[in-house]
Nanobody, 125 residues
Framework: EVQLVESGGGLVQAGGSLKLSCAAS????????IGWFRQAPGKEREVVSC????????YYADSVKGRFTISSDNARNTVYLQMNSLKPEDTAVYYCAADFIQMGLAIMDHLYDYWGQGTQVTVSS
């Protein structure tokens, strides 16, 4: 059974940090790129960051560049999203997703094959 399980969300004050984890199972982790997406109330889901550990490709949305860092631990089938200098506008449900692509990245959510259930991140002002 394919599973992507996010953890690490919570409530934090503006300027604080959180580290999200995405633990994958049930598929060959190395064959997939992993993306983090988020959806705020009343807004469309948007890409935050993606990583493909096969070729080192990494993508960050402009809104998070310099504040968020994505990393992958293939031995643990886990991708992390370190979020620093959080802002109230980062408040959203954060999802991780897996895209069957051995090289490169996709930033469009409809290209992703598997999704986690999401974890809530709330940043208070």
């Amino acid at each position: 059974e394919v599973q992507l399980v996010e953890s690490g969300g919570g409530l934090v004050q503006a300027g604080g940090s959180l580290k999200l984890s995405c633990a994958a199972s049930g598929f060959t982790f190395d064959d997939y790129a992993i993306g983090w997406f988020r959806q705020a109330p009343g807004k469309e889901r948007e890409v935050v960051s993606c990583i493909n550990s096969n070729d080192g490709s990494v993508y960050y949305a402009d809104s998070v560049k310099g504040r968020f860092t994505i990393s992958s631990d293939n031995a643990r089938n886990t991708v992390y999203l370190q979020m620093n200098s959080l802002k109230p506008e980062d408040t959203a449900v954060y999802y991780c997703a897996a895209d069957f692509i051995q090289m490169g990245l996709a930033i469009m959510d409809h290209l992703y094959d598997y999704w986690g259930q999401g974890t809530q991140v709330t940043v208070s002002s």
